[in-house]
């Protein structure tokens, strides 16, 4: 099985996908060039790369562009009817919740992949984009600090979830920007 430039194993990938891979991952990051092209180039080039498939559909969930959601949906509705690992797996279950809508169990999702695999970019990436949505700056710098320093002590995806979920607000229903709420630096700001 194949690797990404952070050592996170890939299921699917060919050396030529996994090259377009990181080139949509470096576009997005950087805010050059067009990230979704290169996401869909490493997906014709191996239809088989997991990885491929949610890094497009998460570009197109993170862009908060409604015509991006059906795109979205067929993305991760691609990767999982491929064979997947476990790390793939929480991707999936993540940019589901994402697409429900579920944004706290997107995070909590998202964090559990960063607790088990603190150098997987792309999980720090769109958790660190939820958390710019959602105005939540503690965990804007603490998520990206936490990845210089020696991983927490093991703790199952369950257990982080479910405390993650009930720490956000005790009895409160779940965050949502929804994927076609306009930005939210305005409500955020409001306190709403």
Request: proline letters at 7%; one cysteine or more.
């Amino acid at each position: 099985m194949k690797v990404d430039a952070r050592g996170c194993r890939v299921s699917g990938a060919s050396g030529r996908a996994l090259e377009h891979y990181e080139r949509a991952l470096a576009a997005w990051l950087t805010w050059r060039g067009d990230p979704r092209l290169a996401a869909r180039a490493a997906c014709d080039e191996a239809p088989g790369f997991v990885m491929g498939h949610v890094l497009e559909a998460q570009l197109q969930l993170c862009s908060r562009d409604p015509a991006g959601i059906d795109a979205a949906r067929a993305s991760l509705a691609r990767a999982r009817a491929l064979a997947r690992d476990a790390r793939e797996q929480l991707h999936c279950a993540a940019l589901a919740a994402g697409l429900a809508g579920d944004t706290d169990r997107a995070q909590a999702l998202l964090g559990c992949l960063l607790v088990q695999h603190p150098r997987d970019l792309l999980a720090l990436s769109v958790a660190h984009t939820l958390d710019h949505y959602l105005g939540e700056t503690r965990s804007l710098r603490d998520r990206v600090a936490a990845r210089g320093r020696d991983p927490p002590p093991r703790v199952t995806c369950s257990q982080l979830s479910a405390r993650s979920v009930a720490q956000a607000a005790p009895g409160a229903p779940p965050r949502s920007f929804g994927p076609y709420r306009p930005h939210l630096i305005g409500p955020v700001a409001r306190g709403e």
